[in-house]
């Protein structure tokens, strides 16, 4: 079984930064790609970075040049580093890991990490 855990949520004011970090753990052989999520209040889930194995990343428009994605695969640990945090980027942020285990692939998502950007 895989599963992750999110941390490094929080309240911040506008402007500021947060760094969220998420690692997978359990019967891995292989992690694929790797990203963030986040839900708020009303709206739908949408995707905000992801990364791929390689290193390749790909992010929202509402985020680029703001928030960036990184991983450390030897820990199977994805980051997201979030600068000049507005008041629309508060929601419940969620990791996702796809992958392998030596049996079959595995999607899974964490519980979630609040951020709330407010002065």
């Known amino acids: 079984q895989v599963r992750v855990q999110e941390s490094g949520g929080g309240l911040v004011q506008p402007g500021g ?28 889930r949408e995707r905000v970075a992801i990364i791929t194995s390689g290193g390749s990343t790909n992010y929202a428009d509402s985020v680029k040049g703001r928030f960036t994605i990184s991983r450390d695969n030897a820990k199977n640990t994805v980051y997201l580093q979030m600068n000049s945090l507005k008041p629309a980027d508060t929601a419940l942020y969620y990791c996702n890991t796809l992958g392998t285990t030596t049996m079959q692939t595995f999607d899974v998502w964490g519980q979630g990490t609040q951020v709330t950007v407010s002065s």
């Open 17 to 44: 930064s947060l760094r969220l970090s998420c690692a997978a753990s359990g019967s891995i052989f292989r992690i694929n790609d790797m990203g963030w999520y986040r839900q708020a209040p009303g709206k739908q």
